[in-house]
T-cell receptor, first 112, second 115 residues
């Protein structure tokens, strides 16, 4: 799986958009970009994933650059409950399943 | 539709005892993954199992740790002769047998404390 690089921490004001960057310059053509988050002491939670097109769901938007070497997770209106460690993971999405390799992630703190 | 269930949520053991952690995957899921998170550290992959088979155990310590996922019943992570360094949160995840999302569904974890 390709290696990812994320800033160790970020701050965001409540109600504002949180933009979390991720670099994955060695990504292969068949590798997807996944985002998970872990709220303190809880199990990780899936947020969104994509291959090359931008994606949006009820939680967030994922913007992937045209060369696929980086991406940005956008939480459009951050709340205090979005304070968590956010993990950007790159891997092949296989139908039979395979492990996720978590890096250090970005600690996002949403401030009132 | 119940999520991934782990028990016990908290477990206290003395050095040298055995710890057994159980994980019931989501209904219809036949793939189980175990991760360990040491205090103030990231999530580390341990083992990936399908029913009755270990697919990838590259993250499992060579000694004292074992995992199984029998045909019937939950997956079990077993730690023999626990030491203080085994104190951690152990997370289980499951995924369905088919599908293209590759999404893993995590439980709330089992927190092991070794005295």
């Amino acid at each position: 799986d390709a290696k990812t690089t994320q800033p160790p921490s970020m701050d965001c004001a409540e109600g504002r958009a949180a933009n979390l960057p991720c670099n994955h310059s060695t990504i292969s053509g068949n590798e997807y970009v996944y985002w998970y988050r872990q709220i303190h002491s809880q199990g990780p939670q899936y947020i969104i994933h994509g291959l090359k097109n931008n994606e949006t769901n009820e939680m967030a938007s994922l913007i992937i650059t045209e060369d696929r070497k980086s991406s940005t997770l956008i939480l459009p209106h951050a709340t205090l409950r979005d304070t968590a460690v956010y993990y950007c993971i790159v891997r092949v999405a296989e139908t039979s399943g395979s492990r996720l390799t978590f890096g250090e992630g970005t600690q996002l703190t949403v401030n009132p | 539709n119940a999520g991934v269930m782990q028990n016990p949520r908290h477990l206290v053991r003395r050095r040298g005892q055995e710890a057994r952690l159980r994980c019931s995957p989501m209904k219809g899921h036949s793939h189980v993954y175990w991760y360990r998170q040491l205090p103030e550290e990231g999530l580390k992959f341990m083992v990936y199992l399908q029913k009755e088979n270990i697919i990838d155990e590259s993250g499992m310590p060579k000694e004292r740790f074992s995992a199984e996922f029998p045909k019937e019943g939950p997956s079990i992570l077993r730690i023999q002769q626990v030491v203080r360094g085994d104190s951690a949160a152990y997370f289980c995840a499951s995924s369905p047998p088919s599908g293209i999302t590759g999404e893993l569904f995590f439980g709330e974890g089992s927190r092991l404390t070794v005295l």
